[in-house]
């Protein structure tokens, strides 16, 4: 899930939905457009599109930026063990799992373990 905002007219943010296919080719299937950011607006949607599936979407990976709001929507749409379901387990997407490892890892005396890990997230297949 990745959200974008002032790329329509309205300026609103929209949030790109995809999914893997049989093949591991990522697939767009819905769009949600809110006026704001808010973490209640982009559960309902995520959770309009599980009951569009009829409730049999077993999310088990969501990929966002590093957005606490998109975090929290997902939990909300997503809860889990608690309500009978798999339980998601979160990734940040490429950009922001480097921009984290630079934040935590500054410093000469980290340049090894930085160098190190941004190869892993770089060249790293699963």
Known sequence: MDSTHQT???EWYLYNICVRDEQGSWCPVAHILTACEDSDITAEGLKVLKKWCGGCWHLRY???DDSAGEQCAVRKAFPGLEAGELEPTHFLCRVHSERALQRNFKGKEYADTL???LTALKYRKS
Do not use: F, I, R, Y
Request: glycine residues 0%.
């Open 8 to 10: 329509n007219h309205l």
């Open 62 to 64: 969501m990929l966002t």
């Open 115 to 117: 160098k190190h890990l």
